[in-house]
């Protein structure tokens, strides 16, 4: 059972940036084979996929509220996935999940990404953004 492990989460202020990392339980993951994704929740609320990279092309995707200012992105080489938040709101404030999928099926991340879509998921870290 592939195991994904975040980090990067931290309280910050309205403007500022912060990079969260995703690495694998197995050493030197295969990223090329999964279909990746970032998504956040909020107490209360659905997990919302904010970010997502295909895995045959490395197209990615993002929903409205983070585009332009966050960016996902995979090292191949240390099989880690990245997700670059600049510019952070309060409104982007949540726990932060990475997510793969070995893409059996349809490929996820299309149009919105959909947690149920998705087979394997860290532990979630916590970002906050307030003054």
């Known amino acids: 059972q592939l195991q994904l492990v975040e980090s990067g989460g931290a309280k910050v202020q309205p403007g500022e940036s912060l990079r969260l990392s995703c690495v694998s339980s197995e050493w030197n993951l295969n990223l090329d084979i999964y279909s990746l994704a970032w998504f956040r929740q909020v107490p209360g609320k659905e997990r919302e996929g904010v970010a997502c990279?295909?895995?045959?092309?490395?197209?990615?995707l993002y929903i409205d509220s983070v585009k332009g200012r966050f960016t996902i992105s995979r090292d191949k080489a240390t099989g880690t996935i990245y997700l670059d938040m600049n510019d952070l709101k309060p409104e982007d404030t949540g726990v932060y999940y990475c997510?793969?999928?070995?893409?059996?099926?349809?490929?996820?991340?299309?149009?919105?990404?959909?947690?149920?879509?998705?087979?394997?998921w860290g532990q979630g870290t916590q970002v906050t953004v307030s003054s």
């Open positions: 990279m295909r895995r045959a092309n490395y197209g990615t």
């Open positions: 997510a793969a999928d070995p893409v059996k099926g349809p490929e996820p991340c299309y149009i919105r990404p959909s947690a149920e879509d998705y087979k394997f």
